[in-house]
């Protein structure tokens, strides 16, 4: 009997969790792609590819999607079943309320280690392959970083600027303007055209500019003197059609590499970063160390060079009396102590910055490696919260259970994003802030769990208010008896 019961509590469970899951990837999806599609869309990229990217970037939603998809499934499922009483029916056969999360909660357990290595193997392979076609996106087709009236730098020994652009690869381009990438001792080149047109060239290594209806300008100044320079007119060159080829080959091969870029921390699993992290410690150590003696160096001029200075020492050399220095002598000590305050002051920020960047580097290595833990943990809590819950409210469907599934959600993302942020900018450890949602919401599901069981109803306002009555009628003032009835 109680294999059959288990088996269809889990059917009942998983109907509406495949259900909600597609409905909150596809909802989560969907709000990602609109935030990104901009960096995308009108650049010449075809759907395919960019769908295809986005389904890469936007795979790391799972990670938020799974705990809630848990914890309203549950909500659902248990509040099903106290409205039908089905769950007063098993109860009344002796089977508690444990018993009966039990084959779920063992369920819902390796759903839990499967998002583990869902997010500590597919999650980092997916961004390094988005990642990877950015990169190729932006060195093979250079069309694609244009935005009107914007340079773009990324083209090797040019930098340009097109008005606009057309064509289903963005390969017509309107107002060019083309300046050589020299120093100032160098020919200075600059081509302004009204049109052009982006074309592969018959070896792969270059890219084809064809300019039409345009001007050349160049100033010849390498190897020429000042003097010779002010007599020199620039050449000016009319053209009606020029042909540029741009030398794209180290840009290609740089974007084969990075197909193997694997140092990234978001490309990495939690033994690649458990290493990273202990590498950055190490370092950060040996840094912190090297600024210490430099600077204790430059506090001790006098000494520095010495193996060892007794205290004696150091408390027997005279300091001078400034009022009876000469005024020129004690204006001269005043500027030099303000110029060495300067400098510790300029050295104390430029600390205190490598410092923060240091931390902050190693909080975003940390936050990755926990989080793949502590998310994988928020399922067995958010199901803790939403069966318990299911089955105090008594109510299924899509009502009652998706508002109390998104008010408890809200509060989880709320902690979920302030303590990122708080780690990411240097004012919280990263460690307390990976596990801030495990704390905050775990024992709230032992606490409605242990509430469920022991049937006690938590939303009655009354076995809240009773417990204070008690403790004012204890030590309240008694009411004194009127007179006529005594």
């Known amino acids: 009997m109680l294999k059959k019961l288990d088996w269809y509590t889990i059917k009942t469970y998983f109907g509406p969790f495949i259900f909600i899951f597609s409905v909150l990837f596809f909802i989560f999806m969907v709000q990602f792609a609109w935030q990104e599609m901009e960096k995308f869309a009108g650049k010449g990229l075809d759907m395919v590819t960019i769908f295809e990217l986005l389904f890469y970037l936007g795979l790391s939603v799972v990670q938020l999607v799974m705990p809630l998809t848990i914890l309203l499934a549950a909500i659902m499922t248990f509040g099903g079943f106290g409205e039908r009483y089905e769950l007063a ?29 869902f997010s500590d193997y597919v999650v980092p392979k997916s961004q390094q392959k988005a990642r990877n076609m950015l990169i190729n996106i932006a060195r093979t087709k250079p ?8 340079f773009v730098m990324g083209i090797p020994g040019f930098s340009m600027k097109v008005g606009d652009k057309s064509g289903d690869d963005g390969q017509f381009v309107e107002d060019v303007f083309i300046h050589k990438d020299v120093n100032a001792f160098e020919n200075q080149q600059t081509i302004v055209a009204s049109r052009g ?47 540029q080829y741009i030398d ?32 950055l ?8 160390v090297k600024m210490f003696d430099e600077r204790y160096q430059t506090l001790l001029p006098r000494y520095y060079m010495l193996d060892s200075v007794s205290q004696h020492q150091t408390e027997a050399i005279p300091l001078p009396n400034l009022e009876e220095v000469k005024e020129e002598d004690r204006i001269s000590i005043y500027k030099s102590a303000i110029a060495e305050v300067e400098r510790d002051k300029t050295f104390y920020n430029a600390t205190k910055s490598e410092i923060s960047g240091r931390n902050k580097n190693n909080a ?112 309240g003032t008694k009411k004194k008896e009127h007179a006529r009835y005594q």
Not at 92 to 117: A, D, E
Not at 215 to 226: A, G, L, M, V, W
Not at 255 to 278: P, Q, W
Request: glycine share 6%; with cysteine; aromatic share 16%.
């Open 89 to 117: 029916a098993m109860k009344s056969t002796g089977i508690s309320l444990g018993r009966i999360m039990l084959p779920l909660f063992i369920m819902v357990s390796l759903l839990s280690v499967g998002l583990y290595y």
């Open 143 to 150: 069309a694609v970083n244009f935005e009107p009236g914007v």
């Open 197 to 243: 047109i982006f074309e592969p060239a018959e070896d792969q290594r270059f890219l084809r500019l064809s300019l039409f209806e345009g001007y050349f300008y160049e100033d010849e100044i390498h190897n020429k003197s000042r003097e010779v320079l002010k007599r020199q007119p620039f050449r000016q060159i009319k053209f009606d059609t020029m042909v």
């Open 248 to 279: 794209v080959s180290a840009l290609v091969e740089k974007a084969i590499e990075d197909e193997k870029v694997t140092d990234h921390y978001k490309f990495m699993n939690s033994k690649d970063l458990v290493n990273r992290i202990d590498t």
């Open 281 to 288: 410690k190490m370092n950060d150590s040996i840094t912190y």
């Open 364 to 475: 975003r290595h940390v936050l990755v490696l926990v989080r793949n833990y502590s998310n994988a943990l928020m399922c067995i809590a958010f199901f803790l919260i939403g069966a318990p819950l299911g089955a105090i409210i008594r109510k299924g469907g899509v009502g009652m259970p998706v508002v109390v599934a998104i008010i408890i959600f809200i509060l989880f993302y709320l902690v979920y994003m302030y303590t990122e942020n708080l780690a990411k900018n240097g004012e919280l450890d990263p460690y307390w802030a990976s596990w801030s949602p495990v704390i905050v919401f775990f024992p709230m599901g032992l606490y409605f769990t242990y509430k469920a069981m022991t049937d006690s109803d938590i939303f009655d306002i009354e076995s809240y208010i009773k417990p204070f009555r008690k403790l004012f009628a204890i030590f």
